[in-house]
């Protein structure tokens, strides 16, 4: 018997609950003192469509998907024929009886063990509710429940903290019901359990990235927040919108993603820092804007999700074939800062110093994310609120005291101007979207063009020096220097890369993984030094052509061993990556 390593899924159409009934389960088993991770498949419809969710649940930590799932609940016949062959041996499947008819000839497989429950007929006949089907689901995690005989007062639990009074009492009758009949109906067999731990009661938080940028956002001072709703980064405007007054903030969506960043933009020059978030094609518009951040040094933080395109592309999938782009959006040259988060704490802690070097150094900071990363969701400890301190850079309150006339674009060694917002008293503020002088006045000669060009790109070489002088984790190395190969990757393929590690430790193949969080400016050193130890490398990316092997090749000069490229639009799987890593080692 199998205890507490144990994958879920639930299916259906879209508008069936399936994502939110999958969350309640995994929190439920969070509860119990396990740890949890949860990702999601949906198509771009509102209605019908296949979708489902996923939830990984283990006594140990984890950091991504299974590649089988142990326990299937379909809420129709497509779910069961997309996904039987997903299923594990001796693995189970929940389906409604009345809709679906199921046996060991049509599923190509006799190991399987089936439990037909009349999931319609229990909402319509015992709780009396035949206009609200979607109730079948939470019928069905009871089910569930009971098969992997697991703490139901836990998910009774859950359901309360979640739905109003009256909705969570309907909500825990129709578990129980699920939960009843199991009991009631079939023997109490089932290869998979669930049990709580020791670490019960101890206390994690379930989060998706995005809503993890969003608290980082919200920790950081963030006090205006534009977005155009667009996939991936939709969780992360309803997260904003739905904490606006609790944290004073202005959380709004504007026409469209060109309004957002000029919003954004003007918020920021006014002082307040400010965000906006979207996905490549939004960033597609945004461009522009961004290139007027550059030119009147506003610091703006920009979220971009990625997702497969080109065009609209695969709108509710993932990707990583942005990167080049977000390098070099928009027009001309200016300094601008890259940081990707690989899981759901980058997410938090890198959000917030992106807001503190958007300040400091007076620029757009880009947080590359994709899909995966900010739609997942994981369990994970609170996150440390005083780790990053805020940091606002030369941002002049009150009144400007300096012995020169003031300049918004003061020439400086460093390349940061004091920083006056209109209404400074003393300081009057010129800012130009056209090349300008010290003093922010449009000018077309050649040498103060030359100047302020410099001073604007020495601004990297600061955040290069201020990174080396204060160590700042820009990169990180998983594993013994001494291993067979190094997995160089970033964004959300750390987690399946993390779990991949694990499977081949267990076979005695030893790899090492180094984790690029800041992309521009470009760690040279850093990820220099570890290669020149690697014995081999092996770069693994979500794109057709290799981005990031062809970023390191361009910066260090040094071509990667093999690369390991997925663009489907799925994330890796751990089994599937740590078998292409053995065949290339």
């Known amino acids: 018997m199998r205890v507490n390593d144990f994958s879920f899924m639930i299916g259906g159409e879209a508008g069936a609950g399936i994502t939110r009934s999958g969350y309640l389960f995994a929190k439920a088993c969070m509860r119990g003192g396990l740890h949890v991770f949860g990702t999601n498949d949906y198509q771009s419809l509102i209605r019908g469509g296949h979708n489902f969710y996923v939830v990984r649940i283990s006594g140990e930590q984890i950091f991504c998907q299974s590649d089988q799932v142990d326990l299937l609940i379909a809420l129709n016949a497509e779910t069961v024929m997309l996904h039987k062959d997903d299923i594990a041996r001796n693995g189970g499947i929940i389906y409604d009886r009345d809709n679906v ?37 939470t019928v069905a995690l009871g089910a569930a429940n009971a098969v992997v005989n697991y703490d139901q007062p836990l998910l009774e639990e859950i359901l309360k903290e979640t739905f109003k009074a009256e909705v969570a009492e309907s909500n825990i009758r ?40 969003g608290l980082g956002a919200l920790r950081a001072g963030c006090k205006f927040y534009a977005s155009y709703p667009m996939t991936p980064t939709n969780g992360l405007l309803h997260f904003m919108t739905s904490n606006e007054r609790d944290y004073g903030l202005i959380a709004l969506q504007p026409e469209g993603e060109i309004a957002a960043m000029n919003m954004v933009a003007g918020a920021a020059s006014a002082g307040v820092r400010a965000m906006t978030a979207t996905s490549g094609g939004g960033f597609c518009l945004m461009s522009e804007g961004l290139g007027m951040t550059g030119m ?24 990583q074939g942005d990167l080049r782009f977000v390098l070099h959006a928009s027009q001309g040259e200016f ?55 805020i940091e606002r850079g030369l941002l002049i309150t009150g009144k400007y005291e300096g012995e020169r006339q003031y300049g918004r674009y003061e020439v400086t060694e460093t390349g940061v101007s004091p920083r006056a917002v209109p209404l400074t008293k003393e300081a009057i503020v010129h800012t130009n979207s056209d090349e300008h002088d010290e003093q922010g006045f449009t000018s077309e000669d050649p040498i103060v063009t030359t100047t302020m060009m410099d001073k604007r ?9 201020e990174i080396e002088e204060r160590n700042i984790e820009t990169v990180r190395l998983y594993g013994s220097e001494e291993a067979e190969a190094t997995i160089v990757s970033y964004g959300g393929t750390k987690g399946p890369i993390r779990e991949a590690m694990k499977l081949l430790g267990q076979e005695g193949v030893t790899v ?14 850093k990820v220099d ?15 057709k052509t290799g981005q990031l092997a062809g970023l390191i090749r361009e910066r260090l000069l040094r071509k990667a061993d093999h690369k390991i490229l997925k663009y489907d639009g799925r994330p890796f799987n751990p089994h599937f990556l740590a078998k292409r890593i053995k065949e290339v080692l």
Request: proline letters at 7%; one cysteine or more.
């Open 512 to 525: 090492n993984y180094l984790q690029l969080i800041y992309l521009h400016p470009f760690p040279k050193k």
């Open 101 to 137: 008819e199921l046996n060991a000839e049509i599923l190509g497989r006799k190991d399987l063990r089936l439990y037909p429950i009349p999931l319609k007929k229990i909402v319509i006949e015992e709780m009396k509710e035949p206009h609200n089907l979607i109730m079948r689901n």
């Open 457 to 465: 790109m020495r601004k990297l070489e600061t955040i290069v020096k």
């Open 174 to 213: 129709a578990a129980h019901l699920g939960y009843d009949y199991v009991k009631q109906s079939f023997k109490d067999d089932f290869e998979f359990r669930l049990k709580k731990t020791d670490a019960a009661g101890k206390r994690l938080i379930f989060l998706s990235g995005n809503e993890a940028v």
């Open 335 to 389: 300094p601008r800062m890259v940081i990707a988060p690989g899981d759901i704490e980058d997410c938090f802690y890198e959000t917030e110093r992106a807001f503190n070097w958007a300040e400091k150094y007076q620029l757009p900071v880009i947080l590359l994310t994709d899909k995966y990363l900010v739609e997942s969701e994981a369990s994970v400890e609170p996150f440390g609120v005083d780790r990053v301190k």
């Open 296 to 319: 009147t040094e506003t610091p703006v933080v920009v979220v971009v999700g990625q997702r497969p395109g080109p065009s609209t592309g695969l709108p509710t999938y993932s990707g």
């Open 529 to 543: 030094d570890i290669l020149k130890k690697a014995k081999k490398t092996i770069v693994v990316e979500h794109n």
